[in-house]
Nanobody, 127 residues
């Protein structure tokens, strides 16, 4: 069992930066690939970024590539999403998620392949 708690969301002006964090409980955090998703009201959940258990590989949605960076610190059981050059369309609730063990294929972009989810943190980008 893994529990995930996001933090670090807030209000930022367009062009600004923000870092959201996801703290995980459980000793097996380092065995999970982790992902970030986002959702706005009335829209489907959208994949943002994912990182392998070791942190050696990352993958991004085209909409955030070059602006967002996913990273993890397994010693701290934490995964981060660094967001630069934010745009109003980045406004959403951001969720972190842990993949199911044994998931094959990379990158892991489908939400159903993630079995643990946080409660989300709101990121609002003003124009």
């Amino acid at each position: 069992q893994v529990q995930l708690v996001e933090s670090g969301g807030g209000l930022v002006q367009a062009g600004g930066s923000l870092r959201v964090s996801c703290a995980a409980s459980g000793r097996t955090f380092s065995t999970y690939a982790m992902g970030w998703f986002r959702q706005t009201p009335g829209k489907e959940r959208e994949f943002v970024a994912t990182i392998t258990w070791s942190g050696g590989s990352t993958y991004y949605a085209d909409s955030v590539k070059g602006r967002f960076t996913i990273s993890r610190d397994n010693a701290k059981n934490t995964v981060y999403l660094h967001m630069n050059n934010l745009r109003p369309e980045d406004t959403a609730v951001y969720y972190c998620a842990a993949s199911a063990t044994g998931v094959t294929g990379w990158p892991i972009t489908a939400g159903y392949k993630y079995i643990y989810w946080g409660q989300g943190t709101q990121v609002t980008v003003s124009s």
